[in-house]
């Protein structure tokens, strides 16, 4: 597909400020632009495997209220210290194959979490939403 131009209209501000990162960044101002739209866009479900899609599908329709609500629920912590206990377990020796299978499903679901949890925070991030560090 060749590339698209499209002409917009900017604040004097933003313009300013994409000029400024241009120079300091030894980039001219389309590059700027680009990498700006391009870091900016909310995610994408093509960028997930079929499995995590369905993890974030419903993501996209939630309003900000319950995408912060994913991303502050916390990871089972009987799930957390089992995960951890296998894995020390497993640098100590060999795992059984019932812990094997286990620690697959564990980190199966702490995949499936994690990769909800930042699905929401880049949707926040995307809505303009400010997100704290410690999170």
């Given at each position: ?5 499209i ?11 994409l000029?400024?990162?241009a ?6 101002i389309?590059?700027?632009v680009?990498?700006?739209i391009r ?9 997930l495997?079929p499995?995590?899609?369905c993890?974030?599908?419903?993501l996209q329709?939630?309003s900000?209220e319950?995408l912060w609500?994913?991303a ?11 995960h951890?206990h296998?894995?020390r ?19 199966a ?5 994690v ?6 925070l ?7 939403r400010?997100?704290?560090?410690d999170?």
């Amino acid at each position: 597909m060749p590339d698209q131009t499209i002409p917009i209209q900017l604040p004097d501000t933003i313009y300013q400020r994409l000029q400024q990162v241009a120079h300091e960044t030894h980039h001219s101002i389309e590059e700027v632009v680009l990498q700006t739209i391009r870091g900016n866009l909310p995610p994408s479900l093509d960028d997930l495997s079929p499995e995590l899609r369905c993890v974030v599908a419903d993501l996209q329709h939630m309003s900000d209220e319950a995408l912060w609500s994913v991303a502050k629920e916390p990871l089972p912590p009987r799930h957390w210290r089992r995960h951890q206990h296998l894995l020390r377990k497993g640098q100590e020796g060999p795992l059984s194959a019932a812990e094997h299978q286990e620690l697959a499903e564990l980190r199966a679901a702490v995949d499936r979490f994690v990769t909800r949890r930042s699905y929401a925070l880049a949707l926040l991030k995307w809505h303009g939403r400010t997100i704290p560090t410690d999170m």
